[in-house]
């Protein structure tokens, strides 16, 4: 099993609906789970960060399944700019710091 | 612009050739971490420095790679006799100390051997 596992998508939406991305990890030990963002031909940014159960942060909600060991990233009230791909990141379980990032979420919102 | 910032933003090479990309850190941030990406795939961990001292490094970086950091700011990342498979997106990213896994990365350099 790898590390970290998504649906590679592509989400297609209409402005303002919700959309829910999941990610799945191995590592049973991890403590810590983040959302990233990558726009075509970017850079990756740090969306969000999961440290206990969930976050929230305007109309995005990360929640975590540790029994089930999968990440949630919802998106309310879609954007057009919310289009990227979203990177589920967990930190490698054989390194002191290094990152695992899944394949990745295409989202693409439309008008 | 006091963000990662990473020279060249495209590098095309013949292979067999050697190139060395370079990566500037935010200032503040004393860990410094490389990583590749291709087409479809989300990074790949390459290494990672705390200040000068490179601490770790993936099985992904075969002998033709090594990478510096010899002040313990700016790296370098440098691939001896690049092959097509090494055709990729060079990622750097820094980050604190006291929160190593909220990483800032840089635009990156993009490798193309033809």
């Known amino acids: 099993r790898k590390e970290v596992e998504q649906d590679p998508g592509p989400f297609n939406v209409p402005e303002g609906a919700t959309v829910a991305f999941n990610c799945t990890y191995s590592n049973s030990a991890s403590q810590s789970f983040f959302w990233y963002r990558q726009d075509c031909r970017k850079e990756p940014k740090l969306l969000m960060s999961v440290y206990s159960s969930g976050n929230e942060d305007g109309r995005f909600t990360a929640q975590l399944n540790r029994a089930s060991q999968y990440i949630s990233l919802l998106i309310r009230d879609s954007k057009l700019s919310d289009s990227a791909t979203y990177l589920c990141v967990v930190p490698n379980s054989n390194s002191g710091y290094a990152l695992n990032f899944g394949k990745g979420t295409s989202l693409l919102v439309t008008p | 612009d006091t963000g990662v910032s990473q020279d060249p933003r495209h590098k095309i090479t013949k292979r067999g050739q050697n190139v060395t990309f370079r990566c500037d850190p935010i200032s503040e941030h004393n860990r410094l971490y490389w990583y590749r990406q291709t087409l479809g795939q989300g990074p790949e961990f390459l290494t990672y420095f705390q200040n000068e001292a490179q601490l770790e490094k993936s099985r992904l970086l075969s002998d033709r790679f090594s990478a510096e950091r010899p002040k313990g700011s700016f790296s370098t990342l440098e691939i001896q006799r690049t092959e097509q498979g090494d055709s990729a997106m060079y990622l750097c990213?820094?980050?604190?100390?006291?929160?190593?896994?909220?990483?800032?990365f840089g635009p990156g350099t993009r490798l193309t051997v033809t």
């Open positions: 990213a820094s980050s604190l100390t006291s929160s190593s896994y909220e990483q800032y």
